[in-house]
């Protein structure tokens, strides 16, 4: 079974749509959490660090649910920019596990 | 936030030789950097845990003889891939990570490697 696993996608999404992505994990001692965020091509960015309260950064908000070892991500009034692939990263005992990225599409 | 700087960014090389990249940590001290490997359209792949001052830790599958790690200081990785062969090609990125305040990683921009 894989470390993290996540919606390959395309989620296709017209511009200032709200679209939510799920990403699921095995290891129930897993420690911190982290959206990032790809560009084709390019390394992935941190987007957000996940708490466990939820946190918000603007047009973004990750929530965590340990019981259910889930994470999510919400982007509200998507933007063409927000086009890119969406990484789930997992931490615990110094090792970092990524999804396979979940991608998005915002279209005009 | 803080800055990891990876170099090359892209190489082509022929079948047989090796090929060196570099991971350095800009602005802070990195004990541990990751190695990581992605194939087009594939999630990252963790290849190893370089340690500084001691031996790398390899994942399962990755041949510690062809991709050689050296972690010599606090800010700089070198990951050395030998004898490289066409299907080694890939994107190779490392990244270090920040232990103050969320502990989240930082990645080097990637290095494209073309065997031909």
């Known amino acids: 079974r894989k470390e993290v696993e996540q919606d390959p996608g395309p989620f296709n999404v017209p511009e200032g749509a709200t679209v939510a992505f799920n990403c699921t994990y095995s290891?129930?001692?897993?420690?911190?959490f982290f959206w990032y965020r790809q560009d084709c091509r390019k390394e992935p960015k941190l987007l957000m660090s996940?708490?466990?309260s939820g946190n918000e950064d603007g047009r973004f908000t990750a929530q965590l649910n340990r019981a259910s070892q889930y994470i999510s991500l919400l982007i509200r009034d998507s933007k063409l920019s927000d086009s890119a692939t969406y990484l789930c990263?997992?931490?615990?005992?110094?090792?970092?596990?990524f999804g396979s990225g979940t991608k998005l599409n915002v279209k005009p | 936030g803080a800055v990891v700087s990876q170099h090359p960014s892209w190489v082509i090389c022929k079948s047989g030789t090796s090929v060196k990249i570099e991971c350095r940590s800009l602005?802070?001290?990195?004990?541990?950097m990751f190695w990581y490997r992605q194939f087009p359209k594939q999630s990252l792949m963790l290849m190893a845990t370089?340690?500084?001052?001691?031996?790398?830790?390899?994942e399962q599958g990755v041949e510690k003889d062809k991709f050689l790690i050296n972690h010599a200081s606090l800010t700089l990785s070198t990951l050395t891939v030998t004898s490289a062969h066409p299907e080694d090609s890939s994107f190779y990125i490392c990244?270090?990570?920040?232990?103050?305040?969320?502990?989240?990683?930082?990645f080097g921009q990637g290095t494209r490697l073309t065997v031909v």
């Open positions: 990244s270090a990570r920040n232990l103050i305040g969320q502990g989240e990683a930082f």
């Open positions: 290891n129930s001692a897993s420690q911190s």
């Open positions: 996940v708490y466990s």
């Open positions: 990263v997992v931490s615990g005992f110094n090792k970092f596990y």
């Open positions: 602005d802070f001290q990195a004990t541990t």
């Open positions: 370089s340690n500084e001052g001691s031996k790398a830790t390899y």
